[in-house]
């Protein structure tokens, strides 16, 4: 969350903040704001809202940027306080002299600020960031050295943190700090760059140090120095940076959402090609570094995720226990940290996050790679922090995904997860590369990017539904089996970017609660898969109507009952039970579009979420 990017060299540095800061709007866009080093003082511009309002402020100081090529800029996602200028970043001392930009939490930051505040600091602010500034203006007072400053304020913040300061005496300077939150440098001829990601900087260098956990930086236009938290000099590589420059582009498509949703069929070949050649052979997946053995070794397999990518996880789970036959647990990052979890070196771990960089996510790995489990990573940032932690790798390819609201990332994790299975089964028993039911799925995984388009092409019918539903307030949407994890995240879309009260919830569960909220004001949408919970979901929907409630029905085939007892039913087209949530989110993420679309909402960038969440 909140994106830092400095530049320091002979261009105008408000032009590449500003820039930079645009790549960052996914880390958070409710404020947003520059300090821009001139003559003897340092300027600082700040505005609330969308990063429109920062460029509209800037254009009216075009004299001051026009003639500072020193800076530091921040995109907010707020934590402490209101998203209001006020609390916006930069930060600044009693005086101004010194300016900081944080990304993360600093959790002991109430006792810091009663001590500033006896040293006779004031805050302007709410936030936790502020009690930076102040700190390390408190230290730089004792030492008139930024390095040090900095190095002795982090030793005493607990939590969180990426910073990046400047101080009004030392103009040819910017200190960085990290912890726990990312940070590169990037490095130019005779220009520095600083960014939380890649993306912020890539047009100007493809050259970059990844700063480590616990240490300090001095970037000048000309130079690089790193530290240790014991002032030891460090080297650092200087990497080559794995991306182009990107050029965004909605293609024509009103919504990066929607572009993303149809990109769903070129991602499942993306993720299938190089791994799946034909239905009898066997799976190649390159950089899973599990030998025959250590895969016969394993007791049991935790997968840890957040969101969507834990609602993959949950999918991955059916079909690690139906086909490799190993327990598996599947658990919220967040739950899975502060809590005695079990795992041990006969335990595989499978982290999976679409953005490498979910703090929950990351701590959860670092607990149990501690505790010697293997630990594969499925992601989407080959680049990030927790492909850097993992053992093996499962990059997922399905490209820059913009929207917050996660579609074609999950669709590739889902992939992933699939391929992995069968990878772990066929190492297990080598004969099953003959069981007719993993040939069927191979088969219909090679069909299914068609099947996708199929859907994806057709969008006249989830228009309408959406059309018909978008008013109401609240939503349930039912499944069980390996569809139930598809009704969460069909419900986790819908909420996200209409704000609608949606729940995804096991069919079979209804009736012991959540029935008693029905009646016809809460539609509830039923995945109706062919298959072995058919007939019980079924009952299930009948039970809804009997409270009156509006049944909308996903199905993979043509059943006469549907029609007495569904209002609406959205074909997809026939799948196996197994496959069928890689199909039928494709319909729930449509109608979760087209909904917030109808009511006009924010569909890219809905209100509060950010697309890296990097506090836990
Ligand atoms: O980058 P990650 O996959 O680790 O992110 C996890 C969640 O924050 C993310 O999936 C979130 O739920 C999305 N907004 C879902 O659309």
């Known amino acids: 969350m909140c994106g830092i990017v400095g530049y320091i060299g002979n261009s105008k540095a408000s032009e590449v903040l500003l820039k930079g800061l645009s790549y960052l709007e996914y880390r958070g866009y409710d404020s947003s704001g520059v300090a821009l080093m001139a003559k003897n003082k340092i300027e600082i511009f700040k505005a609330p809202g969308k990063l429109n309002n920062l460029r509209d402020v800037l254009s009216s100081v075009q004299d001051i940027c026009n003639k500072s090529t020193c800076g530091i800029g921040h995109i907010r996602w707020a934590t402490h306080g209101l998203p209001t200028e006020l609390n916006a970043h930069p930060h600044t001392c009693n005086c101004g002299s010194l300016v900081v930009v944080h990304n993360g939490i600093i959790e002991n930051y109430k006792e810091l600020k009663a001590e500033l505040e006896k040293c006779g600091c004031e805050f302007k602010s709410q936030t936790d960031s502020e009690v930076a500034a102040h700190l390390i203006a408190h230290e730089f007072s004792k030492c008139k050295d930024l390095l040090k400053a900095m190095t002795s304020a982090v030793k005493k913040i607990n939590g969180a943190y990426a910073f990046c300061a400047m101080h009004r005496t030392l103009p040819d300077r910017i200190i960085v700090a990290r912890k726990n939150a990312p940070l590169i440098i990037g490095v130019g001829e005779g220009e520095n760059f600083i960014a939380s990601d890649i993306p912020a900087i890539i047009e100007y260098t493809k050259k970059a140090i990844y700063l480590n ?337 509006k049944l909308i029905g996903v199905s993979n085939f043509i059943d006469k009952k549907h029609k007495d007892l569904f209002d609406d039913v959205l074909l997809i087209p026939d799948i196996s039970d197994t496959l069928s949530p890689a199909l039928n989110i494709v319909v729930l993420q449509l109608l979760a579009y087209y909904i917030a679309e109808y009511l006009g909402k924010d569909v890219d960038q809905p209100r509060n979420l950010a697309k890296s969440v990097t506090v836990e």
């Open 213 to 549: 956990d616990n240490q300090v930086a001095e970037v000048k236009k000309d130079s690089i120095k790193i530290t240790d938290l014991n002032g030891k000099i460090l080297e650092n590589k200087v990497e080559m940076l794995p991306f182009e420059p990107v050029a965004l582009s909605k293609m024509g498509y009103k919504h990066y959402m929607l572009k993303e949703i149809h990109e769903q069929s070129d991602v499942a070949r993306n993720v299938l090609s190089g791994k799946l050649k034909d239905s009898k052979s066997q799976i190649t997946l390159q950089d899973v570094k599990l030998s025959e053995n250590e895969i016969k070794n394993i007791k049991r397999i935790q997968i840890i995720a957040c969101g969507t990518s834990l609602h993959a996880g949950l999918v991955g789970k059916y079909i690690l226990e139906k086909f490799a036959k190993i327990p598996t647990d599947v658990e919220a990052s967040s739950e899975y940290i502060y809590r005695d979890t079990i795992a041990d070196n006969n335990t595989l771990v499978i982290g999976i996050s679409q953005s490498g960089e979910t703090a929950d996510t990351i701590t959860a790995i670092k607990q149990v790679k501690e505790k010697g489990s293997h630990v594969v990573i499925i992601t989407n940032r080959p680049d990030s922090t927790m492909a850097r932690l993992a053992d093996s790798l499962l990059p997922v390819n399905a490209g820059i995904e913009v929207s917050v609201a996660a579609t074609k990332s999950y669709m590739a994790q889902l992939l992933s997860l699939y391929l992995l299975t069968m990878f772990i089964t066929q190492k297990i028993n080598p004969e099953t590369i003959k069981d007719k039911e993993i040939i069927s799925l191979k088969q219909e995984l090679l069909e299914l990017p068609n099947k996708i388009e199929t859907v994806t092409n057709d969008t006249e019918k989830i228009k309408a539904v959406a059309k018909k539903y978008s008013s109401f307030k609240d939503f349930i949407f039912i499944a069980r089996g390996i569809n139930y994890p598809t009704s969460l995240e069909g419900a986790l879309k819908l909420k996200e970017i209409s704000y609608i009260n949606a729940t995804g919830y096991s069919a079979g569960e209804l009736k012991h609660g959540p029935i008693a909220m029905l009646d016809e004001t809460m539609p509830v949408l039923a995945i109706l898969n062919k298959g072995l919970v058919y007939d019980k979901v079924m009952s299930n929907c009948e039970e809804a109507k009997a409270r009156q409630a």
